[in-house]
C-alpha cells in the first residue's frame, strides 16, 4: 500500500506526534506560515476563510517555517500565543517544519512533487527579485504563506503564490469546487 498525505507524520504546535488522518474527507488549505513576514497579516484572512467554511468541510491547517530570512525565529511555544494573541487564530497550527532545502520536511516533499507549479508565482517571484532575493526554483516553495489546497480525496488540487491571499478569487473558486465535490 503507498502512503497518503493522511500517513505522513507531523506534530502539532504542542508537541504531539499525529497524522494528517483526523483530517480525511476534509477540504485542507496547508500554508507555510511565519510570525514576522510581511505577509503575516494574512492570518486574519486565514481565519475568516476558516470560519466562514469550516462548516462546509474546509479546514486550514498552518506550518510554521524558518526558512526564509529567519522570519519564524520563535518556539512553538512563542508561535502559538503570537497566533492566538495577535490574530486570534483558531484554525489547527502544527509544529514548525522545513519547508525546502536537505531536511524539507516529507509533507512538503509530497507537496511539491505533487503540484510543482502555483499560481501567482510570476510576480511574486519578480518582486523578490527587486528586493534582491534570489527565489527558489520550482518546485520549490517559493516563500512564507504559499498555500495548497488538497480534496476530500487526499489529492493536490491547486498551489497558490504566499501574495494570493485568502480571498483572492482564483484561491476561493479552488476551494469551492473541492468542497463540492
Known amino acids: 500500500m503507498s502512503q497518503t498525505i493522511y500517513d505522513i507524520p ?4 504542542d508537541g ?3 497524522t494528517l488522518e483526523p483530517f480525511k474527507g476534509k477540504v485542507l488549505l496547508i500554508v507555510n506560515v511565519a510570525s514576522k513576514c510581511g505577509l503575516t497579516p494574512q492570518y486574519e484572512a486565514l481565519e475568516k476563510l476558516y470560519e466562514d467554511k469550516r462548516a ?3 479546514e486550514v491547517l498552518g506550518f510554521p517555517a524558518n526558512n526564509f530570512k529567519g522570519q ?4 512553538d511555544e512563542e508561535i502559538k500565543e503570537f497566533c492566538s494573541s495577535t490574530y486570534d487564530v483558531k484554525f489547527p497550527m502544527f509544529s514548525k517544519v522545513s519547508v525546502v532545502g536537505a531536511d524539507q520536511h516529507p509533507l512538503y516533499q509530497t507537496l511539491t512533487s ?13 518582486r523578490l527579485k527587486g528586493y534582491g532575493i534570489e527565489p527558489n526554483p520550482v518546485p520549490d516553495v517559493l516563500w512564507n504563506f504559499e498555500k495548497f489546497v488538497i480534496g476530500r480525496d487526499g489529492r493536490v488540487v491547486g498551489r497558490f503564490s504566499p501574495d494570493v491571499t485568502a480571498d483572492d478569487p482564483r484561491l476561493l473558486e479552488t476551494i469551492q469546487t473541492a468542497l463540492s465535490n
Open 10 to 13: 507531523v506534530k502539532s504546535i
Open 16 to 18: 504531539a506526534a499525529l
Open 56 to 58: 462546509d468541510g474546509l
Open 72 to 75: 519564524e525565529p520563535g518556539t
Open 114 to 126: 505533487t503540484q510543482p507549479d502555483a499560481t501567482g508565482d510570476g510576480p511574486f517571484r519578480e
